[in-house]
């Protein structure tokens, strides 16, 4: 199964700034995908980042707002671009894992836990 | 549009009492399924998954669900709930999955589980 962390697990950032997340895989994965946990609320998908091709947003979703980096097969950053209180969730970056028997496993990171004032 | 409902928020049980947890897919198509669990403080953990033959599925952790495809349901039952399985299950139904190339997963809302001495 596929290990993956996060950094940072945890940061609180002013309205107005950006964060970005970093998502780093044990293992080289084709498909990654990054969600946002509102507090209390279920995951939503914000983009799946394939290697070597532009991300794909979900509706609601901008990449203007959410840029992400897929620069090689175990790495990827999600950016919060223009941070509002409205931002404050739990990211999680995801991967599936071919190896695996079909469907795949989704296998989530520990998520980064952003607060914005 | 696929989608996913869990009709119970929050759930509370007795320990050593049996539990079910109810989730209502809709999909046009053979759905894949899904059992997460979200213990606090930790990441997601694939309790099962569903694609094809046997409708009861085991699990982890002695989780198992049934798939109906005449109730469009896929519920989550155990025999006896364990105080360590106080946590928050998601149920997810995998869209746009291509065989041995996987996709993304949407989520139900969530339940969260209390047990009870």
């Known amino acids: 199964s596929a290990v993956i962390s996060q950094k940072p697990s945890r940061d609180i950032c002013q309205r107005g700034t950006s964060l970005t997340i970093q998502c780093q895989v044990d293992?080289?994965?084709?498909?990654m995908f990054w969600y946002r946990q509102q507090p209390g609320q279920s995951l939503t998908l914000i983009a799946t980042?394939?290697?070597?091709?532009?991300?794909?947003?979900e509706s609601g979703f901008v990449i203007d707002k959410f840029p992400i980096s897929r620069p090689n097969l175990t790495f990827s950053t999600l950016t919060v671009s223009n941070l509002s209180p409205e931002d404050s969730s739990i990211y999680l970056c995801s991967v599936e894992d071919a190896r695996d028997r079909f469907p795949y496993e989704q296998y989530f990171g520990p998520g980064t836990r952003l607060t914005v004032t | 549009a696929q989608s996913v409902t869990q009709p119970d928020i929050h759930i509370t049980v007795s320990e050593g009492a049996s539990l079910e947890l109810r989730c209502n897919y809709s999909?046009?198509?053979?759905?894949?399924l899904f059992w997460y669990v979200q213990s606090p403080g930790q990441g997601l953990q694939l309790l099962l998954k569903y694609f094809s033959g046997d409708t009861l599925v085991q699990g982890i952790k002695g989780f198992e669900a049934e798939f109906k495809r005449s109730q469009s349901s896929f519920n989550l039952r155990k025999p006896s709930v364990h105080w360590s399985d106080a946590a928050e299950y998601f149920c997810a139904v995998g869209a746009h999955m291509i065989y041995n190339q996987g996709g993304k997963l949407i989520f139900g809302q969530g339940t969260e589980l209390s047990v009870k001495p």
């Open positions: 999909y046009g198509a053979t759905p894949y």
């Open positions: 980042a394939n290697q070597g091709s532009e991300a794909t947003y």
């Open positions: 293992s080289q994965v084709t498909m």
